[in-house]
Every structure is written in C-alpha cells, then in structure tokens.
C-alpha cells in the first residue's frame, strides 16, 4: 500500500503561481512512478507530470515551460510548481504513485484560477 498526502492547492490569480507538496508514505526509490494528474470538471483525468523509474521526467504538453516537477527523496515528497496559472488550469490535482503493479491516488486538491 502507498498512502499518499497533497496540500498547496487553493484561489490564485491568472499569472499566478502554487506549489503542490505530496508525501508518499513508502520511500520514492521503491515506486515505479511518482507525479501529478488533474481532473477538470466534465473532463478526464489527465496527466500534468510525473517521475518514472530510470529518472525520467514527463510533462503535459500544455504546462511545459510553466510547472515543474521537483522530489526531496529524504522526505519522499514531491512537489509540483505551477507558474503562469491561467483559467484552464482550474482542475482537482491528484498525486498519484506507481508501486508493485498498483496506482494508487491521493484524495485531490482543487486549483481554481479566478480573477
């Protein structure tokens, strides 16, 4: 099991910035995958970024440049860094885990840009 904890989500500002934290309760060097997905309303869920095994870093074409995908292996915690907010970004954002087969999500943060 992976039990995995978000915070940072909240009301920014289009042009605004967030930074998303998810604590993994199992070392990150024992997970296949470690990142962000977000799910728009009527949307599917999709992938913002995410680590895999081998240290290869994935990003959605729509944030490249904007979000950055960062770990502190000692905490087993990732972050996600969000610059450049605009309106399509209002999503909940989960972090999701890859470990022995099985993902696992967190419970979700709402990201809503309002002006």
């Known amino acids: 099991q992976v039990q995995l904890v978000e915070s940072g989500g909240g009301l920014v500002q289009p042009g605004g910035s967030l930074r998303l934290s998810c604590a993994a309760s199992r070392s990150i060097f024992s997970l296949y995958a470690m990142g962000w997905y977000r799910q728009a309303p009527g949307k599917q869920r999709e992938l913002v970024a995410e680590f895999t095994s081998g240290d290869i870093t994935t990003y959605a074409d729509s944030v490249k440049g904007r979000f950055t995908i960062s770990r502190d292996n000692a905490k087993n915690t990732v972050y996600l860094q969000m610059n450049s907010l605009k309106p399509e970004d209002t999503a909940a954002y989960y972090c999701?885990?890859?470990?022995?087969?099985?993902?696992?999500w967190g419970q979700g943060t709402q990201v809503t840009l309002s002006s």
């Open positions: 999701s885990a890859l470990w022995n087969g099985f993902r696992y």
